[in-house]
């Protein structure tokens, strides 16, 4: 079976965009296949010939051409490294890729709630409730301290002196807020968490796998439309099909 490697998801999506920076970093061919979050319809991912892909029934997955499919964004980027043998993004030190592997597990409802103060905006159709939305900040700002205090502190990224797939999976969170994204925290409380930001916006592929948030722009005042969000995804596949084709 040829062709190349399919990657499900929108572009919208954090743990999508961790993905596919690292692919686009690595400038490592991919079709993007979209898949809408949530939904059970054609092309969601509760439909059942999706869930036969990720019965997790959320996006990123991806599947190889041999029809080997895998879920979890953090499992997607370390099997693309191993495979690909890209030590740069995740080394074979024990004790680096440790560093790494601690962060990758830490995330999950920490630094993941980023999320949390974005979806009540663009999923309002959820009506989630003011308390979780409070938690999801507490969450995240108890995250951001152990960042500044701990990881940050120690070094330059996360898991280094040098951008690691650690970074690209905080990043996609907690960049999202920054002002000229959705706008959704101030994170004048954090110097190195801001330095280290201003960092990662230098990590090649990054202007690529965020158009898609620059597009929609400050949603701190106002909620955005489910047709600006379509549109923004539209335009950031736009882009990267764009990219794409360069590599080939
Ligand atoms: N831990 C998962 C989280 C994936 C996730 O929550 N994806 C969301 C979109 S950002 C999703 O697919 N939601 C659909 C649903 O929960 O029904 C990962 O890192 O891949």
């Not at 509760?46 to 964004?73: M, V």
């Not at 490294?81 to 890209?86: L, P, S, Y």
Request: charged fraction near 20%; include cysteine.
């Amino acid at each position: 079976m040829g062709g190349s490697m399919k990657l499900y998801g929108v572009p919208f999506s954090q743990p999508v965009r961790a993905v596919m920076w690292l692919l686009l970093n690595k400038q490592s061919p991919f079709e993007m296949v979209l898949i809408n979050p949530g939904s059970s319809g054609d092309n969601g991912s509760r439909h059942p010939d999706y869930l036969a892909k990720n019965p997790g029934a959320t996006i990123p997955c991806i599947e190889e051409p041999d029809g080997f499919s895998l879920g979890e964004a953090h499992a997607i980027m370390c099997y693309l490294c191993n495979k690909n043998g890209w030590t740069d993004m995740y080394p074979d030190d024990p004790k680096q890729r440790g560093l790494i592997d601690w962060y990758l597990n830490y995330h999950h409802r920490n630094v993941r709630d980023a999320s949390g103060l974005v979806a009540p905006r663009i999923r309002k159709d959820l009506n989630i409730p003011q308390a979780a939305q409070d938690a999801a900040r507490a969450n995240l700002t108890r995250a951001l301290e152990a960042l500044e205090t701990g990881w940050l502190a120690k070094r330059k990224f996360l898991a280094g002196d040098t951008v690691t797939i650690a970074d690209m999976a905080a990043y996609v969170e907690i960049g999202q807020l920054q002002p000229e994204f959705t706008n959704l925290y101030d994170f004048s409380a954090f110097p190195l968490v801001q330095a280290w930001l201003d960092n990662m916006h230098q990590v090649p592929g990054h202007d690529d796998v965020h158009i898609v948030l620059a597009n929609l722009g400050d949603i701190s005042q106002e909620a955005p439309e489910m047709d600006t969000i379509r549109n923004a995804n539209k335009q950031a596949l736009g882009r990267i099909k764009e990219r794409l084709a360069e590599f080939e």
